[in-house]
């Protein structure tokens, strides 16, 4: 694992340097903003430790330029400022974590597990969310509630439609187009079957309701 600390005060870089590597993570410094923005996008880290306040360029816009790179890697702030207001703007910059100094070195190394378990268990493909009903394209694993849900390909292929589409008003004909990849006969009931069989699933046991039909023209996957 290695980490990229950007910190001015060099007796607090090395000390964390130092810890780290005890812990077995290879560490590399940075103490400059400028120079640490350059390391972060030249170089390849698991995650980034970030003090705020410091020279050439600051915390905050590192934290801002290192997220226009990479949106996954695991940025830990740190600083002296503790306000509420300071929080907010490190955790809107984009950093994951924020650590008050005068920090314990155990407290350190507690947060940068935790972001580096987190990011360990960030699944790829594309995923869609809505409520507390989670879609995965790649896993096809679908969640609501934290509880895993079991959908056939058909009501998969469905919701992922319904997912990709929150808050559309979508037509029968636009769901078989998308679903069955055919033209229905509007005589037939099947979609309104499947969209049951999913609703039994994903909605009867659970609140808010997410599928609603439109009378007499389909159907529209939204919170309300
Ligand atoms: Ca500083």
Redesign the pocket.
């Given at each position: 694992m290695k980490i990229l600390v950007i910190?001015?005060?060099k007796r607090v870089a090395e000390f964390i340097k130092k810890g780290l590597e005890e812990q077995g993570y290879f560490v590399e410094i940075a103490y400059d903003g400028f120079l640490g923005k350059k390391m972060a996008v030249e170089r390849e880290y698991d995650l980034i430790i970030l003090?705020?306040?410091?020279p050439k360029i600051d915390g905050i816009e590192v934290c801002r330029e290192i997220r226009k790179y990479s949106k996954s890697i695991p940025i830990l702030m740190l600083t002296a400022l503790s306000t509420t207001e300071d929080k907010i703007t490190g955790l809107d910059s984009g950093a994951d974590d924020y650590l008050v100094k005068p920090f314990q070195f155990r407290e350190l190394v507690a947060r940068i597990r935790a972001l580096l378990r987190r990011q360990t268990h960030v699944e790829t493909g594309q995923t869609y969310s809505i409520a507390d009903l989670i879609l995965n394209t790649e896993t096809r694993k679908v969640t609501r509630s934290n509880t895993e849900i079991k959908l056939t390909a058909r009501e998969f292929k469905l919701l992922e439609f319904f997912m990709q589409n929150k808050g559309k008003v979508l037509s029968r004909a636009d769901i078989g187009q998308a679903v069955w990849e055919i033209s229905f006969d509007p005589g037939t009931n099947i979609i309104d079957v499947y969209v049951n069989y999913l609703r039994s699933k994903i909605d009867k046991n659970y609140e808010p309701k997410l599928i609603h039909t439109i009378i007499g023209y389909g159907y529209v996957l939204k919170e309300e």
């Open positions: 910190e001015d005060e003090d705020i306040i410091l």
